[in-house]
């Protein structure tokens, strides 16, 4: 049982066993996954799936490579949800701050589908560094730092539009 748990949870109700490029399949599978949440609870119940997701996600990543010689496998996909939905925070936070229609936001959708998984896949500075550890911390915290980057650079885009461009 624990087994199923861990493989469900890690692979994203086994979205990482699509192919090819499972983890852009796991950032795909996190956009409707964070609207999801976001409808039922808000800004304020998306804001907790995020470290809620992270120790569920956490806990199954390590039991799933407990032994293993494999401690990132393509396979587990939680840490893509983790890190994505970061990246959406700031996009779920100024639907939330103006009451508007958090679809109506799409492009910074867009935006943060698009830099974090460049960051994902680039893995640059501390991403890398985070990626290297051989254990389950690594495995998600090289997505959670990638999406703090992509948030960060989805409200740099966010003021540069709103500020400058409009």
Do not use: C
């Not at 609870?41 to 010689?69: H, Q, V």
């Amino acid at each position: 049982m624990k087994d199923t748990w861990a493989k469900i949870t890690a692979t994203v109700f086994y979205v990482g066993y699509m192919k090819p490029a499972p983890g852009t399949w796991g950032s795909l599978a996190a956009l409707p996954l964070a609207l999801l949440i976001y409808w039922i609870g808000g800004f304020w119940l998306f804001l907790i799936a995020i470290p809620a997701g992270y120790i569920k996600g956490y806990i199954a990543t390590k039991w799933m490579t407990e032994g293993a010689d494999n401690h990132d496998p393509s396979e587990i996909v939680i840490d893509e949800v983790i890190g994505q939905w970061i990246a959406l925070l700031p996009v779920f936070f100024g639907a939330y701050w103006v009451n508007a229609d958090v679809l109506g936001l799409w492009p910074g959708w867009v935006a943060a589908f698009v830099l974090f998984r460049l960051f994902d896949i680039t893995k640059p500075g501390p991403v890398g560094w985070a990626d290297r550890k051989d254990n389950a911390t690594g495995v998600m915290l090289d997505d959670v730092i990638a999406g703090v980057f992509a948030a960060l650079f989805v409200v740099l885009l966010a003021i540069i539009w709103h500020v400058f461009l409009l």
